[in-house]
């Protein structure tokens, strides 16, 4: 049975991402007490699914190896994982979170090893690479996964392989008797951090996501390049293998656009600038990279990026709105619109084509709980909620890692404000 002390005072981080942990750490060691709630296996989030950060394009070792290390020095945070709000009740400063636990099936006395996964035969869609690839029933996030603990697939309890992955475990880590748990407890204050979700590309019908095996998107395009990705950071066709030396990327797929996400999602054009450096990074001179764009918007320190970007031979800046997207016989796409500077039609072949998709909210604000109000695009709007619910990162707006944490930051300062004045009224 999980047991949470909480009281009135203590802060509800919703999220373990990079805005989650960021939160709950900023709250922490300013001396108030966390639950930090995460619905996956282990913390990290869209960041830890990341190849490389941009302008510097350092790995996100670099943040969450930090972050890391000061969660698990701080004892005023208590991490859930597997966990999920179901609701949360009361008025500000005295509410009541309901929380649901999913069974792991593996205890504390996890040492990762890895032998269930060994004896574990059934493989499943690998979430963590957005499908691409498989991972086994019985797994482990990432490499940096945290807690560093395996999870057992619930599609495989009450079959043999469970059974295997019991058998195999050496240190009586895995119990296949866990049930689902529901707790509640109080908290002064919500801190909600549940971050975004890539725009379903299958929607943009004329780019031909859900018919071409080479049109993935930027996310995945993220997955592939990675050293623990589903190719081992290989640069090649997901329909035949071969190796990706002239990739396109289409700016605001699904983003800026009546039909689907009228925001500008803010990120796209930065990742793609960045994406378009792994492409020369692979193959140096024999790269060609086509940006289709309808305007860049690289703002403040992305200036200078943008610019070294723009001096490289092989990056070709094409200002058009990508009309659709057609393959030929051996399934390279076709790229068929009109260049606006100049105005010529073009029908333009490429080995891969990325989608720039841009981000929405993982949970509209407006579902959160009443008195959350949202924005026209689901996020928390701060400014007409009436709850103690303050939005940190991406449930708050479409926001890069840097802005992301800043916000997280603002995010816990208000809730530590609340939680102050319920201390005073206390007192």
Not at 239 to 258: H, L, P
Request: net charge positive.
């Amino acid at each position: 049975m999980t047991d949470v002390v909480a009281t009135n005072e203590t802060i509800l981080v919703v999220g373990g991402g990079i805005s989650g942990m960021t939160a709950a750490l900023e709250a922490a060691e300013c001396g108030k007490d966390v639950v930090l709630v995460e619905k996956n296996p282990s913390l990290g989030g869209r960041v830890s699914q990341l190849y490389k950060y941009f302008p510097k394009l350092c790995h996100p070792t670099c943040g969450l190896e930090i972050n890391l290390k000061r969660l698990k020095a701080n004892k005023r945070i208590r991490v859930l994982t597997l966990a999920e709000v179901s609701a949360v009740t009361g008025k500000a400063g005295d509410y009541t979170a309901t929380i649901k636990i999913s069974p792991r099936y593996v205890n504390e006395n996890c040492t990762a090893c890895g032998a269930c996964a060994e004896a574990v035969t059934t493989e499943f869609d690998n979430e963590f690479n957005y499908g691409m690839g498989k991972r086994k029933g019985a797994y482990l996030t990432s490499a940096m996964a945290y807690p560093q603990r395996y999870v057992l697939d619930p599609r495989i309890i009450g079959t043999s392989d469970a059974e295997k992955a019991k058998s195999a475990c050496k240190y009586n880590a895995v119990d296949l008797g866990m049930k689902e748990e529901t707790i509640n407890f109080k908290v002064g204050a919500v801190v909600w951090a549940t971050g975004w979700k890539p725009y379903d590309a299958n929607k943009i019908q004329p780019y031909g996501y859900d018919r071409y095996e080479n049109v993935i998107t930027s996310v995945e395009f993220e997955r592939l390049m990675d050293p623990f990705g589903p190719t081992g950071g290989k640069l090649i066709r997901p329909s035949d293998g071969k190796e990706a030396k002239n990739v396109a990327f289409i700016q605001c797929a699904g983003s800026r656009d009546r039909n689907h996400l009228k925001h500008c999602s803010r990120i796209c054009c930065m990742a793609s600038l960045k994406q378009s450096t792994y492409v020369r990074e692979k193959y140096a001179d024999d790269a060609n990279v086509s940006i289709y764009y309808i305007d860049i918007r690289a703002i403040d320190r992305f200036e200078d990026f943008y610019k070294k970007i723009q001096a490289d031979p092989k990056v070709k800046f094409i200002k058009s709105k990508v009309a659709n997207i057609t393959a030929d016989k051996d399934g390279n796409p076709i790229l068929h619109g009109v260049d606006t500077e100049g105005y010529h039609r073009y029908d333009n072949p490429h080995d891969l084509v990325v989608l720039a998709i841009g981000m929405e909210p993982s949970v509209d604000a407006s579902k959160i709980m009443k008195g959350v109000a949202a924005d026209a695009s689901g996020f928390i709007d701060i400014n007409a909620t009436t709850e103690a619910v303050f939005g940190a990162g991406c449930a708050s707006n479409a926001l890069d890692v840097n802005r992301s944490v800043q916000s997280a930051t603002a995010g816990a300062l208000r809730a530590i404000q609340v939680v102050n004045r319920v201390s005073r009224a206390e007192a």
